[in-house]
């Protein structure tokens, strides 16, 4: 059962055959006006249990786009509620920080003051100027989003940041870069690569060589992750899974 959303997408919430309680943790990604933007959510085993696994995409201005992926620690009820947490401060942050780092800071210390469990987070500050796109990337604890430029191989990008909710005096720091037409970022959950079949991991190799052999659209890209990573693990997975790419189109 993958969910997936492209920038254009429409689909309704009971499209993704989740429960109630959990569909409105799983957004459909809106259009992005000049960008390409693709999402999709895949639940570990029957579904019942939707884990912390989260991502959000929306605008906070002209021209400006946040875009956010991570995972709460646990299943059910809980996890759930304070992912709700995670993606509600995110979105309140934003409104008056500009810098994902420092977003990642108030979250981290709301996430001490209101809950014992802690999260992992990338985020993005994507905006337009006269040049083209900037995109600004922190990430807490997560596996580092890959930019993929041309046909070298995926580039980690976001100043990195321990976990979110786990250390007293936590700092996160920003890096940014300049995309170019035809640049695509992928963001994931750790369910990508930690995927298990038997002993064996998935693990960042294939995932590398998953995305080098993969046309660089995000739809695309989204889809044979996604693809790669459920055959692997004989279509059951072992733990959620959440995918997010942007990219710069051409024309």
């Known amino acids: 059962m993958v969910t997936a959303h492209r920038h254009h997408a429409t689909e309704d919430a009971r499209d993704l055959e989740l429960p109630r309680t959990w569909q409105t943790l799983i957004p459909a990604a809106p259009p992005a006006r000049g960008l390409d933007v693709t999402a999709a ?30 995972d709460v620690c646990g299943k059910g009820y809980d996890a759930a509620v304070v992912t709700a947490l995670v993606r509600g401060t ?7 920080e500009r810098s994902p780092a420092r977003v990642l800071q108030g979250l981290d210390q709301v996430l001490h003051h209101s809950t014992d469990r802690y999260c992992t987070a990338a985020l ?10 900037v995109l600004t990337a922190a990430v807490g604890g997560h ?7 041309g046909d070298g191989a995926p580039r980690p990008i976001g100043g990195h940041g321990p976990l979110l909710g786990v250390l007293d005096d936590a700092t996160f720091r920003d890096e940014s870069v300049r995309l170019q037409p035809g640049d695509v970022v ?7 690569v930690e995927g298990r079949r038997g002993r064996e991991l998935y693990g960042e190799e ?5 995305i080098r052999s993969t046309e660089r659209r995000p739809d695309t890209l989204v ?10 693990q004989d279509g ?14 051409t024309t």
């Open 41 to 70: 959510y895949h639940p570990a085993g029957s579904g019942a249990l939707v884990g912390g696994d989260f991502y959000d995409v929306f605008e906070t201005g002209d021209a400006e786009w946040v875009v956010t992926l991570g």
């Open 236 to 249: 059951e997975l072992h733990d959620d899974v959440a995918l997010v790419a942007l990219g710069v189109p």
């Open 206 to 210: 294939r995932l590398q060589a998953t």
């Open 90 to 96: 995110i979105r309140a942050l934003t409104e008056r």
């Open 124 to 133: 993005l500050h994507v905006t337009r100027d006269d040049a083209g796109w």
């Open 143 to 149: 596996p580092f989003p890959l930019l993929l430029r």
């Open 186 to 192: 992928l963001l994931y959950t750790d369910g990508v």
């Open 223 to 232: 889809s044979v992750v996604m693809s790669s990573v459920l055959e692997f």
